[in-house]
Structure formats: structure tokens, C-alpha cells
């Protein structure tokens, strides 16, 4: 059982990344997936989630509604995570989850190695 997150890099503010999460050994589409965060010297946090809430859906950060969008592609079995008009405050390392419940992180069984993205102002 294997995540694997790909896609960050450097962009400048306003620009776009696409982050990918790539499930080896499961089906993603059996577990709800959740994209987190974790910036230097701050704690990890919960960006958005599929299928992590009661009866399913999505659900985002305030600090990203608007901005970021979750996706799934079954047939990859690959979870993306569409990034637009970012600031530099979205700089961290960005990590992919399987399993769990909304954003809470100890409820997640799988996760991803992470993948950087740097946001230059």
C-alpha cells in the first residue's frame, strides 16, 4: 500500500500547481483522501478532503475555498489537488492521506512522502 504525491515546485504568487497523489496497492475510491499541509515551524494541517465527511463530499480549508480544487481520477487511481492564485502562505510541504475523516490526522492510516511547493512573492 503506497501514496505517492508529485507535482509541487516553485511558482510565483498568483500563479497555478497541480499536485497529484498517485494510490498504489488500493483502490483510492474506496477511502476518503485528504490533502494536508505543513509550512516550516508550524503544525500539519488539513487543505481539502474527498469523501471524508458524513455522507461524503468535499470539503476545503477557508484559507483555500475559492482557490483550490480536489479531484479524483479512478481510472488512475490518482487524487489531484488543482492549485490557483497562489500566495506565498501556501508555502509548505504538501502531503496526500487515505482513510481517515475530515481533517483530523490521526485518523488517517495511509500517507503520501510529501512534495514542496514554494511560493515566491
Known amino acids: 500500500v503506497q501514496l505517492q504525491a508529485s507535482g509541487g515546485g516553485l511558482v510565483q504568487a498568483g500563479g497555478s500547481l497541480r499536485l497529484s497523489c498517485a494510490a498504489s496497492?488500493?483502490?483510492?475510491?474506496?477511502?476518503?483522501i485528504g490533502w494536508f499541509r505543513q509550512a516550516p515551524g508550524k503544525e500539519r494541517e488539513g487543505v481539502s478532503c474527498?469523501?471524508?465527511?458524513?455522507?461524503?463530499?468535499?470539503r476545503y480549508a477557508d484559507f483555500v475555498k475559492g482557490r483550490f480544487t480536489i479531484s479524483r481520477d479512478n481510472a488512475r487511481n490518482t487524487v489531484y489537488l488543482q492549485m490557483n492564485r497562489l500566495k506565498p502562505e501556501d508555502t509548505a510541504v504538501y502531503y496526500c492521506?487515505?482513510?481517515?475523516?475530515?481533517?483530523?490526522?490521526?485518523?488517517?492510516?495511509?500517507w503520501g512522502q510529501g512534495t514542496l511547493v514554494t511560493v515566491s512573492s
Open positions: 496497492g488500493f483502490t483510492l475510491d474506496d477511502y476518503a
Open positions: 474527498m469523501g471524508c465527511r458524513d455522507g461524503g463530499g468535499t
Open positions: 492521506a487515505a482513510g481517515g475523516y475530515g481533517f483530523v490526522l490521526e485518523s488517517y492510516n495511509y
